[in-house]
């Protein structure tokens, strides 16, 4: 039997708590600690967009393929009894 065995060695930073400014959105939020984050790691701070990481490649196409059918047969024509 092969035994083998690993680690991940990792330099940990505890950085200050943030809170939520006052008018701040979510996502202006979220985006500052991002980037403080990233600055403190020596990350380059990229902006991304969660759709294209949750969903797969040609999600989206399908979504909009189906609202327009349902437009065409629920919108366009009535719906008969």
Known sequence: MLLTSWAIVA???Y???VTQQEGESSIAYANRVKS???RQGGLVDL???VFSITFPAGFDTEVQHHRSL???CAILSPCRP
Do not use: R
Request: net charge negative; glycine share 0%; hydrophobic share 40%.
């Open 11 to 13: 330099d940990v930073w």
């Open 15 to 17: 950085l200050p708590p």
């Open 36 to 38: 403080e984050i990233a």
């Open 47 to 49: 902006e991304w967009y």
């Open 70 to 72: 349902y437009y065409k």
